[in-house]
Nanobody
């Protein structure tokens, strides 16, 4: 059974930083691309960032470019999202996801077939 568990969310002031982690089990972690998504109340889910299995290719939404960095440590089955210069607009539930059916990295949620429960990020102004 595939499980994805996020951690690292919390309350932070604007301009602050957080690092999210996503630990996976039940799959061969280093075979698949992974992504981070977020959803704020009343809004659609948004693709934040994704990374291929090797880490050589990444994607960032325009809204987070230059502020967020995605990375992975395959030996630890863990995906990370370093978030700097946080803004109130970044407030959302952040979830990680795995695409076990494609080799490439997509910012769209459609290809992803395994999801974590999410971790809440709240940025105060």
């Amino acid at each position: 059974q595939v499980q994805l568990v996020e951690s690292g969310g919390g309350l932070v002031q604007a301009g602050g930083s957080l690092r999210l982690s996503c630990t996976a089990s039940g799959l061969t972690f280093d075979d698949y691309p992974m992504g981070w998504f977020r959803q704020a109340p009343g809004k659609e889910r948004e693709g934040v960032s994704c990374i291929t299995w090797s880490g050589r290719s990444t994607y960032y939404a325009d809204s987070v470019k230059g502020r967020f960095t995605i990375s992975r440590v395959n030996a630890k089955n863990t995906l990370y999202l370093q978030m700097n210069s946080l803004e109130p607009e970044d407030t959302a539930m952040y979830s990680c996801a795995v695409d076990s059916r494609n080799p490439y990295c997509s910012g769209s949620s459609g290809p992803y077939n395994y999801w974590g429960q999410g971790t809440q990020v709240t940025v105060s102004s």
